[in-house]
């Protein structure tokens, strides 16, 4: 169960990773400032997975 759960969140992530990055290219966002919206992504996102993992084991 495990495992296919952590496929999956590899699978999100760089998912989201490609969107983020398309983003930053569509608004023209700095260079200086892109590490701090994918940081920010990627912890709001890994917080959705953990929360949904865990809901899913309690289940």
Do not use: G, H, W
């Not at 999100?12 to 920010?40: A, G, H, W």
């Amino acid at each position: 169960m495990i495992s296919i759960f952590i496929i999956f969140a590899v699978v999100i992530l760089y998912s989201f990773n490609s969107l983020t990055n398309s983003l930053c290219i569509q608004k023209e966002i700095p260079e200086d400032r892109q590490p701090k919206v994918f940081m920010t992504i990627n912890i709001l996102i890994t917080i959705l997975l953990l929360s949904s993992y865990v809901e899913i084991i309690t289940a």
